[in-house]
């Protein structure tokens, strides 16, 4: 950077010679103090959401929304740490479950041996025994896997996964075999007094936790390491040339990445009290890489939004449809295609339209793209829901009914007709909408850029 | 001495199957640079429709249409998806496959339900062919063996013999090159898209009724077929057939040997007791580890020599 200012180019001298936009500073300063202010709401509605549910005339909290919320939060942690890897370091990893997993455990057995008495660790820092469990799995593992860079590095965390997760059913003494671990968190040993016995108790302290993770993380990515570690992951080959070992990075940075997932897989531990094989497996890290994905990995809050879209439709689709792994695979699969950057990056195109004040252009457009998009999207839904009707739910005897009014027969053929009709049209209509839509964006695009290069 | 031989029949038979899983894969992986985790599915897709087609017009019809949808299946899949995804890189391409790979599991299990389907070896081929030591050798493991032994010597003509299979082999090591020669590079990483997902799609047709069709056989077979490609190597498919040889035998060795790291102990006079340090890794007999053989062999080969066992270039 100070090369660069102390030997103009030509195409500085050119830029002098134009009227200069608004200062950098003053501009990064704003964006500065308005994410303190989403820091701030963020806290806040982490904080009140449980009592928007909870039931006044009862006095009880809501069961399910606050594991829900509890899981989020720790899930958060999860894919913010798989981010450290893969969107920060550009290492792919398919087996970083087994760092959340084995955290899991060691905290289990921690608990376990607290509420024996062997062990003095207050409940409230039992996510440490977890993070560093995480940090010592992440050295041991990533001795081995950051020897090695991009597919071959995914290569060897795959088959690390699949050895843990085989070896998680095999040695009963420390996994528990099929059965897992069981613990209790209440181990009467804590700082603030606390119990732990009521969810809602939980819920806070994973919310602390969460919270102090995400701020180191975010910290993290400031510090020369991090920065580091984007250079890597862009141009290792330069990296290495300026006098930096690539390898060392990557290592430190799978270490870090692992101490994290490890509190994340102590909260686990902490919340459900039961810690079995499905914590490593391969279905968890993958929950992660789909969480960062849909997210966005370029900055560093996608994964929060994926964590967030990933579990809702877990805890919530999950219980209305058998096929909720396929709308979250064809959500993956739409969002690969589509917007390889996620969610963030969707928000982020919008940037530059916004600042040059034309965003209330792009309501009509959304509109006119809107209602063919949800008919297709619902239609296809009922075609899903149909086939798994179908072929499982029959089963199960339920029967088939739209908005528990319209009944519906799968078994007959004009359903499906009149639901695959609808579709093909609802697409076509929405393929020549998104056309229409992308002019609209094209032209403001444009006009964006012509009013940033003469403000 | 039985046993060896009839392990070595049947880990020529598991082998060989794996080859023909992996033979397509090598080819995509090392071509498009995609590692394509859709390709157990197409495994799976293929002993499904199998299943479904030999319902109706029997096993021997269904061993020619099953691989042919599956080929048309990932021609669609190179055509509209990949190529798509192609300029946002490997790692979207990837994931690409990867969420193909979700989506064809559960449409499996929608349409053909969670639990295995009977898919049963045709009835002309269900008898013993020959008896070794008192064990017999059913007919269709020969059956099986002369099929993928075919397959092979059909892949390795069209790969050397044939001008399409000399664009092909070139495009393995210098796809920029052969895209200036003239050569139509985005065709031919169809057609071997689509050949490679035919020839998974085939292993599903032979391969599903000897072990099980069930919505998790691409899941469990995926991993093991990529252990296979990168022992074996990018860019060699003699590399890929000595791995999958070689992993076949090895996965059946090891279900055969009842030993374990204890009885080796006790060779040098050490015996494991349960006080001892690491008792219950000593004592895992070979069978119960025979499953993460594979994945330790990946792991050794990606650290000692990260282009694999024959391959012209890293992973």
């Not at chain 1, 990064?28 to 006044?56: D, E, Y």
């Not at chain 1, 995400?214 to 984007?230: F, I, K, W």
């Amino acid at each position: 950077m100070t090369i660069e200012t102390a030997q103009p180019d030509t195409a500085n001298i050119a830029r002098r010679a134009e009227p200069q936009p608004a200062p950098k500073p003053m501009f990064r300063s704003r964006v500065k103090s308005r994410s303190q202010w989403l820091w701030l709401l963020a806290v806040v509605v982490a904080v009140s959401l449980p009592w928007l549910f909870f039931n006044w005339s009862t006095g009880r909290h809501s069961g399910f929304v606050l594991i829900m919320l509890s899981e989020i939060g720790l899930m958060t942690i999860f894919a913010l740490s798989f981010n450290m890897q893969m969107g920060q370091s550009g290492l792919l990893s398919f087996g970083h479950a087994i760092l959340f997993g084995l955290g899991a455990y060691c905290t289990a057995h921690a608990l376990n041996s607290v509420k024996a008495g062997n062990l003095w660790v207050p409940t409230e820092l039992v996510p440490l025994v977890g993070g560093l469990s995480g940090l010592m799995f992440g050295a041991f593992f990533g001795f081995i896997a950051t020897k090695q860079r991009a597919t071959a590095f995914a290569m060897i965390t795959l088959g690390l996964g699949e050895l843990v997760a085989a070896a998680a059913l095999m040695f009963t003494g420390f996994f528990g075999g099929e059965g897992g671990i069981s613990t209790n968190r209440v181990t009467g040993v804590s700082l603030l007094g606390a119990s732990y016995s009521a969810s809602w108790q939980v819920y806070y302290l994973i919310v602390v936790w969460t919270l102090i993770s995400t701020v180191l993380m975010r910290l993290q990515t400031e510090t020369p390491l991090g920065r580091l570690a984007n250079a890597t992951r862009d141009n290792f080959e330069r990296a290495e040339f300026i006098g930096y070992d690539p390898r060392m990075v990557r290592f430190y940075q799978y270490v870090l990445s692992g101490f994290f997932a490890g509190v994340a897989g102590a909260l686990y531990a902490i919340l459900y009290e039961i810690v079995t094989f499905d914590t490593v497996s391969a279905p968890k890290s993958a929950t992660a890489l789909l969480a960062t994905y849909i997210g966005g990995v370029g900055g560093f809050y996608g994964p929060i939004l994926g964590t967030i879209l990933i579990v809702l439709l877990q805890s919530g689709v999950s219980l209305l449809s058998n096929a909720w792994l396929l709308y979250v695979g064809v959500l993956f699969v739409v969002m690969v295609m589509f917007a390889p950057n996620g969610i963030l990056g969707l928000i982020a195109m919008h940037g530059p339209i916004a600042r040059s004040g034309r965003i209330a252009a792009l309501i009509g457009p959304y509109l006119r793209v809107l209602l063919p998009g949800l008919t297709a999207v619902a239609t296809f839904v009922l075609l899903v829901e149909m086939a798994s009707f179908v072929t499982i739910g029959a089963e199960q005897g339920k029967s088939f009914k739209l908005g528990g009014i319209l009944h519906i027969d799968p078994f007959t053929v004009l359903p499906w007709m009149a639901a695959t009709a609808v579709f093909a049209i609802a697409a076509v209509w929405l393929r020549l909408e998104a056309r229409a839509f992308g002019r609209v964006w094209d032209e403001l695009s444009e006009e964006a850029k012509r009013l940033g290069q003469t403000p | 001495m039985e046993v060896f031989l009839v392990s070595l029949l049947n880990g020529l038979v598991y082998g060989m199957l794996l080859f023909m899983l992996a033979s397509g894969l090598t080819l995509i992986f090392s071509m498009m640079g995609v590692l394509n985790f859709a390709h157990a599915s197409a495994y799976m897709l293929g002993a499904y429709f199998a299943y479904t087609i030999s319902l109706f017009i029997g096993f021997w019809l269904a061993l020619i249409i099953a691989p042919l949808i599956c080929g048309l299946i990932g021609a669609a899949i190179e055509m509209w998806g990949l190529r798509r995804v192609h300029k946002n890189g490997h790692i979207a391409e990837l994931l690409f496959t990867f969420g193909l790979a979700l989506i064809i599991e559960k449409v499996v299990q929608m349409t053909w339900g969670l639990i295995a389907v009977p898919y049963r070896v045709p009835a002309l081929l269900d008898f013993p062919l020959f008896t070794l030591y008192g064990t017999n050798f059913p007919a269709y493991r020969a059956f099986m063996l002369a099929i993928s032994a075919l397959m092979f010597g059909a892949i390795w003509l069209a790969l050397t013999r044939t001008r399409i299979g000399l664009i092909v082999q070139a495009s393995l090591t210098y796809p920029e090159m052969v895209s200036a020669l003239g050569h139509n590079v985005p065709r031919v990483f169809t057609l071997v898209f689509a050949g490679g997902t035919a020839l998974a799609g085939l292993a599903g047709v032979i391969g599903g009724n000897y072990h099980t069709t069930e919505p998790s056989m691409a899941f469990t077979m995926g991993p093991i077929v990529f252990v296979v490609v990168v022992f074996g190597g990018l860019g060699s498919l003699i590399g890929c057939f000595i791995a999958s040889l070689f992993m076949g035998l090895i996965q059946t060795f090891a279900v055969v040997f009842d030993y374990s790291l204890a009885d080796l102990l006790r060779q040098f006079g050490l015996t494991v007791t349960s006080s001892t340090p690491f008792a219950e890794v000593l004592t895992v007999p070979l069978p119960r580890i025979g499953a993460l053989l594979p994945y330790v062999l990946l792991v050794l080969i990606l650290l000692v020599r990260p282009r694999g066992l024959l391959g012209t270039r890293d992973t």
